[in-house]
């Protein structure tokens, strides 16, 4: 794997937040009087259990654990922190942002320490990392968060079986800062407006829910429609990323070989293994983690991470990451980035 003897922003550090009430499929079917059954469901997704927040458990709890154990991980002292980027679709408000509560519940630095949130979906961890990077490409002597963070059992309708039992709540964070010997991170993005086949209809401006119940306030999707725009775009967004790191060849593909794990936007196992078997990713280098989690929207990729960091117990070195995600809109964000575990 070709070397970089430079100093560029790196992943020190990564953090998981899941809430207590685990959910298996059974116990899912049983609570919500579904129909349908264990074998169809790990069948059709892969998703064998997720995770549901309790009624006094918030966005911000989840990101407050996720942040701390990045923290902690990185070793960075609280000053040091210039930045706090939270992909969120579920805030605990409309305002303040949800990144806000972290920085206080932190005590983040109160001067030179921005706390925003980023409203990108299943994209919003990976546009929050593209920003945390910026941050300290910036101030090379700082470093900053990038979260996501969901509580997606509100904004799930259980009478949609099709979407029902897809979605997780939980929270993973990363640590960015500069480090010797490391690769210039890469990013890509493309963005195609589809707000037909995947949307929370109601809870902005143009149409206002009635009552928290109310179905068009929750997750509305077309699974066809949903599951081809999503492996066509984390496709090209992650062709994109590859070109510009100089690992893609036009008759090879992508150079696998400079890369040791590849951690798709972790929505359902079957786009997954579509979206490897198009990339001719190798197996021993693809991250799923969906099982275990569900679709945790922008928290999937760093609690991907947090998990293989434990599954496969990583040792202390430089391991190079390749993220793609998707998200409602349709948005797409890929990464190539180093994660220096010391």
């Given at each position: 794997m070709t070397k970089y003897h430079n100093i560029n922003p790196v992943i020190s550090g990564v953090g998981m937040a899941l809430p207590d009430n685990e959910m298996s499929n059974n116990a899912l079917i049983e609570r919500e009087n579904m129909f349908s059954n264990d074998e169809w469901i790990r069948e059709h997704t892969g998703i064998e259990k997720r995770f549901f927040a309790g009624n006094n458990v918030f966005t911000s709890d989840l990101a407050i654990v996720a942040a701390k154990m990045a923290l902690a991980q990185s070793g960075i002292g609280i000053q040091k922190l210039s930045a706090i980027y939270l992909g969120?679709?579920?805030?605990?408000?409309?305002?303040?942002?949800?990144?806000?509560?972290?920085?206080?519940?932190?005590?983040?630095?109160?001067?030179?320490?921005?706390?925003?949130?980023?409203?990108?979906?299943?994209?919003?961890?990976?546009?929050?990392?593209?920003?945390?990077?910026?941050?300290?490409?910036?101030?090379?002597?700082?470093?900053?968060?990038?979260?996501?963070?969901?509580?997606?059992?509100?904004?799930?309708?259980?009478?949609?079986?099709?979407?029902?039992?897809?979605?997780?709540?939980?929270?993973?964070?990363?640590?960015?800062?500069?480090?010797?010997?490391?690769?210039?991170?890469?990013?890509?993005?493309?963005?195609?407006?589809?707000?037909?086949?995947?949307?929370?209809?109601?809870?902005?401006?143009?149409?206002?829910?009635?009552?928290?119940?109310?179905?068009?306030?929750?997750?509305?999707?077309?699974?066809?429609?949903?599951?081809?725009?999503?492996?066509?775009?984390?496709?090209?967004?992650?062709?994109?990323?590859?070109?510009?790191?100089?690992?893609?060849?036009?008759?090879?593909?992508?150079?696998?070989?400079e890369v040791d794990y590849f951690i798709p936007h972790q929505s359902n196992l079957r786009i997954s293994d579509a979206l490897g078997k198009e990339l001719q990713v190798p197996k021993d280098k693809q991250i799923n983690t969906v099982t275990k989690h569900g679709n945790t929207s922008a928290a999937s990729a760093f609690l991907a991470l947090a998990q293989t960091q434990i599954d496969k117990q990583l040792r202390p070195r430089t391991y190079r990451l390749f993220f793609t995600s998707v998200g409602i809109g349709f948005v797409g964000t890929a990464a190539l980035i180093d994660f220096q575990l010391t």
């Open positions: 969120t679709i579920t805030p605990d408000y409309p305002s303040p942002s949800t990144a806000s509560l972290v920085h206080k519940a932190i005590n983040a630095p109160e001067e030179d320490c921005t706390a925003l949130d980023i409203s990108g979906a299943c994209a919003g961890g990976i546009a929050s990392l593209e920003l945390a990077v910026m941050k300290v490409q910036n101030n090379p002597n700082q470093a900053a968060l990038a979260i996501g963070a969901e509580t997606l059992s509100n904004r799930t309708n259980f009478n949609d079986r099709s979407t029902a039992i897809l979605f997780g709540d939980g929270a993973g964070a990363v640590v960015v800062e500069n480090k010797p010997d490391s690769h210039q991170p890469v990013f890509s993005s493309m963005v195609r407006s589809d707000p037909a086949s995947m949307s929370i209809p109601a809870g902005g401006i143009r149409e206002v829910p009635n009552g928290f119940s109310d179905p068009r306030g929750k997750i509305h999707m077309n699974g066809p429609a949903v599951k081809k725009a999503a492996i066509e775009i984390m496709c090209k967004t992650a062709i994109s990323v590859a070109k510009k790191a100089d690992i893609y060849n036009p008759r090879y593909g992508i150079n696998w070989q």
